[in-house]
């Protein structure tokens, strides 16, 4: 089963970066200042890093984790983006969610349809 996810996993990213070059949300130059979010049936993403969404054209986009409540939100060209944590059905999410205080590189952020964040993955580079 395990297997089964983590292949899911992948394959949803690569999913994701496939469609990030044919028309979704995006702001920023890569890779230092990127964001990026999209909603399909099924499933939905947002990454980037917080520079991207602070340097988009539109003053009102955000991305944030709210560590009180582990809650992802974002705000990209006009669209509102949110998931929530679940220690049952995502256990490594919330695992990796005390790293979102300090974090400052890459990150992805992805949620099944019924709003439950289901990966949470960091990036680490020398240009972020």
């Known amino acids: 089963m395990t297997n089964r996810v983590s ?4 394959g949803v990213l690569l999913v994701g970066l496939a469609l990030l070059t044919a ?8 890779p230092q200042a990127f964001a990026s979010c999209f909603t399909t049936p099924g499933t939905s993403m947002c990454w980037g ?10 003053p009102d986009s955000f991305a944030g984790f709210d560590t009180n409540s582990n809650y992802f939100s974002a705000h990209l060209a006009g669209q509102d983006y ?4 679940s220690s049952t059905l995502y ?3 919330l695992a990796a969610w005390p790293q979102t205080t300090s974090f400052k ?5 992805s949620w099944d ?3 439950v964040c289901s990966s ?3 990036f680490n580079a020398s240009d972020y």
Do not use: K
């Open 113 to 115: 349809a019924d709003g």
């Open 91 to 93: 256990p490594q999410v």
């Open 23 to 30: 028309g979704d949300a995006r702001a920023g130059a890569p």
């Open 7 to 10: 292949a899911l996993r992948l």
């Open 82 to 85: 949110t998931c929530a944590v």
């Open 120 to 122: 949470l993955s960091f």
């Open 105 to 109: 590189g890459l990150f992805f952020m």
């Open 49 to 58: 890093t917080f520079t991207g969404f602070q340097n988009d054209s539109d």
